[in-house]
Structure formats: structure tokens, C-alpha cells
């Protein structure tokens, strides 16, 4: 463990002195949890403060602390593999936005960085508790638990717990433990799907009607299961305070009432807003990325949506928002969500304008642990191939939601075809012969933005460290509005090649501080905000003590960007991986309102060399000698 060993003291902190140092100021514990499930042992770790100040926590910390501490090539679901959970220097403050946590680890479905976010309540938790961040390594011999609580983290048997859904994963902790914030795996995640997610709060969101969320994507689930660690369970009764506490009430003041004024349509209709402009675009991925705009949208739209199904507006720790939805169906079924990912993947893509059946399999997805995204697509690749008649299982049929349900559990219990489907688009279609019809990029599939009418998310995906991913950059907005992102003046036209990778690149390095933070997304939506650079400096500085302007804020991001690169060509990465899918070069968008649209790929090649040279890498997308020492990571220029 090179950076744990060489930049931290190994400290072994007793409870008393840590109840005397129970209040925080200044943005960090200075204290990481590392957890040796092989040896059933934990340490405490105490990091100077440079190591904050250059990676600020959240993504940035988990970056650095993975790629020192793993060895190059390691198989993901190996006791090599690290699960780190951070939070950022914001955490635990009473701050709209301010409530998120970080998992990072090699992804089991790529073979390249991992990282998931999820909101709720346990970021909050994790800091209260008095960590920055917890590092998993190796792998126990039967299942377990970890309790996390005021400073100290235990170990405790789960055999119990194995086999169970999240939710009852977390009831049953409830009733062991009392209110605690919770993360789990279900079955999925037991049984090694490769795009397993960590579920969060599913029962506490129906015991308190409080919103919970979701580590997602690229297979964190996946990790969990094979360390055989069912579930983290935090309490923390610790204090974090800002620097200085009239300047953070001011500042929280006006982000509330910013966010009340700029986000007004999240808090009416949820994410599912989006869906009624993907759709009029022609940018909804629909009947597995055959069109752009979905028939069947009026049955399953936000309206709709909202007036039979969402019960409930629910709200992540300290948010006035509140775009979260509780939902029931029309038999009592309760849950959280849907999202617009899940709508998108498991409606518009899968072409089923069933709600009842979407939000059947949206439950069900979040009780076995899948991420929904990956879920839709590679149930919609397999309906593909059926109506191809490339595979026998000619029950799975676009529209059909019955199939769609059934599906899920099948997956998430590798049964049938859905042993193969559980590895992934891209590992599945290499089973089946059927590569060239696969829609993915890196390993992971795409989420609701169809690049072929979005020319900025087309760049924007190829590049993205972990695949084709939406929140790296959310490039889909000015690309959707059609402005840029910090410079509304200036338009974006969706449909050209020209002047997408300048904000591509900017977007990039503002989400990776923006998760590393860590902060909401839709607080940091690009042109409204209500949190831009120059407010994250604020809050930086607020949290931390530390000044820090907007420039040297855009040069860590690139920092941290420039890390995650050296991590990915370490573990294999080619500029061909930098690519998107056949499909979207050589089939037009068939129907929708983008109909005709697809990638040229000359001129997609051309935004992606400007790319490399705006980022000061080489032609083949590494970046050179120089532009490392420029950005203090002159210990990596040899490691890939």
C-alpha cells in the first residue's frame, strides 16, 4: 500500500481521545479507515494535509489512493482489488447539495476506472462518523459487515444477511442496530453480476419517507460480493463546522434560494422532466439506438408519470429541491423512483410504454442490487438479437413487459441467458457472436443520450475515463439547451462537429471537482448553477479555510483527470477504446425527430485529436512527459 504506508502514520486512535476532538473545522478528519477483510483486521490512518489540498477528497482521493495502492493488470474481482469510500470536505456540512459519497475501485465491467456517487444520507453519515474515506482490501472467508461508528470501524459476521434483498439486508441491520445509514448488496452483487450496484437507504425511505440512492455504475456490487462484504452500516455523532460560520450561513442562504428559483422544474416533475426534451430532439435512445424519439412516450412521459404513479416529492439530506419521487403502483407496491435513467433504459429502450411494468422492474432492480441502466440496455440488446433471431429466447420481445420483469431476475440470479447477460453488452455479445451490433464504450453501456443526434456527447462519451457515462461531464445539457456551459453567449449547435471539445474538456475537469467535493450535480448544472467555479471556490473555502480562485480550481481538476488516464493506460487502455460503437457510424437514426443523423467518422476522428491536443496528450491519447511534470505527476510518466 505505497501511499498509505509512505504518506500516512499508522495511528491506533482510542475513543475517548477521539470524543475529545469530536468537532471538525477545517474539511477533513485527517483520518482513513483501512478494512483487511483476508486478516479481519483495521487500521487507522492519519494523511498530511498535501495530499488533500492536491486531490481534495471524493473521486480525487479515491484516484490516488487506487492507483499507488493496486498493482497494474489486477483481476477486479480479486482480493487485489481496493473498494474505497470517500467523501469530500463539504460532507457533513448543513449544505443543500452537500451530501454524497464516492466509491472507487477497477470496475469489473470495463477492466478500467470505477467510480459510482451516490446521494441520500451516508456521505453525511461517514463524515459525522470521522472518516474521510474507508479502503476495503482482500477478501473474508464468509460473509460480513462492517459498522462504522464515532471514529472506529468493527467487523462483524453477515451470514445472516447472505442472500437477502437490500431492503431486508437493511431492515434486519435496523433491527440489530437501530437507525443506522446503510449500504448493501443484494443478490446480484452475491452472485458477481458485473454491473451489481450498492444500494442505499431503500428502507429507511419507507420507514422515514427520506430519499436514498444508488452506487451504480460499472460494477461496484460486483467488488463488494467478491470481498464477500454484504453491507456498511454508519452512525456518527460528531460535529462538522464551517470556517467561518457567518460567511456559511450567507452563502447556504443564497444557494437555497437560487436552487428554489433555477430548479424549479426538478422539484415539480423530477428527473423525469428531461425525457420530454430528449424525446422532441430525437435524442432518446429508443428500440435499442434504432431511433431517437419513443411512440409510445404520452403513456409514460413526465406528466403521466407524475399524476398516476409519484405519491411523494422526497429530498436528499438538507435539499429544498427534492427531485426524489416515491412512487406507487396501482396494486400498493411502494418504492423509490423512478429516475430518468431507469425510465429511459427500461422504457424507451427495451420500446415498452408499460409504467406499471417499468416501475415492477425498477423495484426489483433496486432490491437485487442492479444498476438499471446497464440492466434496460443489455435486456434491450438481447430483445435486438431475438428479433434477429440471432438468439432462441423469443419471449424477449421489444414492448413486453412481462419479459422485461422476468429479465431482471434473471440476470440478477445468472439464470439462463441471463448468465451471460449478467457479464455486460460487451462481454455478452462476444458469447453470442454479435459484437458488431453491441452499444457501449469502454465496457459500459450508454445511458439516455443518443450521441448521434448530440454531436458534443458523442466526443463526450468516447473520452469519458469510465465509459460512455452522461455525469463526467453532462455534456448532454448544453448540447440540449444549446449554449455553453460557462459561457451562455456563446451557442452550441447540437448537430455540428464544430466547437464541442473546448467545454468538453472544461465540463470535465468541473465535474471531477465537483465530485470530489463532493456536490450534487444538479446544483452544478452547467449555465443555471446555482454552483459555477466561482461558487465551488467559495465553498472550498468556507469549508476548508483554504483560498483558492477558480484557476487553480480548473488546474486540479485537470490534475485529477490527467491521474485517472495514467490509471486507465496502466491498466490497458488504447486509443481505440476512445471510440464509439459501429452502430453509431454506419445506421442512421431510423425514426424520431433526428432521423438520418449519425457519426461521420472523419470528422469524429478530427474532435478527437483536437481533444488529445488541447489536453497536452499524444496523438494515440497519452498524455507526454511534459505535461505531467507541468501538473506535478512526474512520478507516473513511466507507469504506462
Known amino acids: 500500500m505505497k501511499t498509505l504506508l509512505l504518506v500516512c502514520a499508522l495511528l491506533e486512535v482510542s475513543k475517548e481521545v477521539l470524543l475529545m476532538v469530536g468537532v471538525r473545522r477545517g474539511g477533513y478528519w485527517n483520518k482513513i479507515g483501512l478494512v483487511n477483510l483476508s486478516s479481519k483486521s483495521v487500521k487507522y490512518l492519519e494523511f498530511n494535509e498535501p ?14 489512493l487506487l492507483i499507488d ?17 470517500s467523501i469530500g470536505p463539504v460532507e457533513g456540512l448543513v449544505l443543500p447539495s452537500a451530501a454524497r459519497m464516492a466509491a472507487v475501485f477497477k470496475s469489473p465491467l470495463t477492466g478500467f476506472f470505477g467510480e459510482s456517487l451516490c446521494g441520500g444520507y451516508i456521505g453525511t453519515e461517514l463524515a459525522r462518523a470521522g472518516f474521510d474515506a474507508l479502503v476495503v482490501k482482500g477478501v473474508s472467508t464468509d460473509p460480513v459487515y462492517l459498522i462504522v ?17 437490500t431492503y431486508t439486508t437493511e431492515k434486519e441491520l435496523w433491527s440489530e442496530l437501530g437507525e443506522v445509514m446503510t449500504a448493501s448488496i443484494g443478490p446480484a452483487g452475491e452472485n458477481l453480476v458485473r454491473f451489481a450496484c450498492i444500494v442505499h437507504g431503500l428502507y429507511m ?79 432518446l435512445p429508443t428500440r435499442y439506438y434504432e431511433g431517437g424519439s419513443f411512440p409510445g412516450y404520452e403513456e409514460m412521459g413526465p406528466e403521466t408519470f407524475n399524476k398516476l404513479y409519484v405519491k411523494k416529492r422526497i429530498t436528499c439530506f438538507a435539499c429544498p429541491v427534492a427531485c426524489g419521487r416515491h412512487s406507487e403502483t396501482s396494486d400498493g407496491l411502494e418504492m423509490e423512483g423512478p429516475e430518468y435513467e431507469t425510465l429511459f433504459a427500461l422504457g424507451p429502450l427495451t420500446y415498452i410504454d408499460e409504467l406499471e411494468a417499468i416501475l415492477r422492474a425498477n423495484d426489483l432492480a433496486n432490491r437485487l442490487g442492479l444498476d438499471t441502466i446497464t440492466t434496460g440496455n443489455v435486456i434491450a440488446f438481447a430483445m435486438y438479437l431475438a428479433e434477429k433471431k440471432l438468439i432462441k429466447e423469443e419471449w424477449l420481445r421489444f414492448g413486453d413487459g412481462e419479459a422485461l420483469v422476468k429479465a431482471v431476475e434473471m440476470i440478477a440470479y445468472r439464470r439462463g441467458l441471463g448468465d451471460i447477460l449478467a457479464e455486460g453488452v460487451k462481454r455478452a455479445s462476444e458469447k453470442l457472436a454479435a459484437s458488431e451490433y453491441a452499444v457501449h464504450v469502454k465496457g459500459l453501456e450508454f445511458p ?27 455534456a448532454y445539457r448544453p448540447n440540449l439547451v444549446g449554449a455553453h456551459p460557462f459561457n451562455p453567449e456563446i451557442k452550441v449547435d447540437r448537430l455540428s462537429y464544430d466547437g464541442h471539445v473546448e467545454y468538453v474538456a472544461e465540463l470535465e475537469d468541473f465535474h471531477v471537482i465537483v465530485d470530489s467535493m463532493i456536490l450534487c450535480k444538479f446544483y452544478c448544472l452547467p449555465i443555471i448553477g446555482p454552483l459555477l467555479w466561482r461558487e465551488l471556490s467559495e465553498i472550498y473555502y468556507l469549508a476548508t479555510g483554504k483560498s483558492i480562485n477558480p484557476a487553480e480550481l480548473r488546474r486540479k481538476g485537470e490534475i485529477i483527470n490527467n491521474l485517472i488516464r495514467v490509471y486507465n493506460l496502466r491498466e490497458g487502455l488504447k486509443k481505440d477504446d476512445d471510440m464509439l460503437p459501429p452502430r453509431m457510424y454506419s445506421e442512421p437514426l431510423k425514426f424520431g425527430a433526428s432521423q438520418g443523423q449519425n457519426i461521420d467518422p472523419e470528422r469524429f476522428m478530427k474532435m478527437l485529436d483536437e481533444y ?26 513511466y507507469s504506462f
Not at 488533500?52 to 479515491?62: A, H, M, P, Q
Not at 493496486?70 to 481496493?82: A, G, K, Q, V
Not at 420507514?207 to 453491507?231: N, Q, W, Y
Open 51 to 64: 495530499l488533500y489540498e492536491k486531490y481534495i477528497g471524493g473521486v480525487g482521493l479515491g484516484a490516488k
Open 69 to 85: 495502492n493496486t498493482s497494474p493488470r489486477i483481476e477486479p474481482l480479486s482480493s487485489e482489488n481496493l473498494l474505497i469510500f
Open 149 to 165: 461508528e464515532d471514529g472506529r470501524v468493527e467487523i462483524r459476521s453477515a451470514s445472516h444477511l447472505w442472500g437477502l434483498d
Open 205 to 283: 425511505h419507507e420507514k422515514k419517507k427520506l430519499r436514498g440512492g444508488f452506487f451504480g455504475r460499472t460494477g461496484a456490487g460486483a467488488v463488494m460480493g467478491s470481498k464477500k462484504l454484504k453491507a456498511i452500516a454508519i452512525r456518527g455523532n460528531y460535529k462538522i463546522e464551517p470556517i467561518d460560520d457567518g460567511k456559511f450561513i450567507e452563502f447556504r442562504d443564497r444557494v437555497v434560494r437560487l436552487a428554489r428559483e433555477k430548479l424549479q422544474t426538478l422539484t415539480k416533475y423530477g428527473t423525469s422532466a428531461i425525457m420530454a426534451l430528449t424525446n422532441s430532439t430525437g435524442s
Open 448 to 474: 439516455g443520450y443518443e450521441p448521434r443526434a448530440l454531436k458534443g456527447v458523442a466526443l463526450a462519451y468516447a473520452v469519458s475515463a469510465r465509459g460512455a457515462c452522461h455525469l463526467r461531464h453532462v
Open 612 to 637: 488529445y491536443r488541447l489536453r497536452g496528450w499524444s496523438d494515440q491519447g497519452k498524455p507526454l512527459p511534459k505535461k505531467l511534470e507541468e501538473l506535478g505527476l512526474k512520478e507516473y510518466i
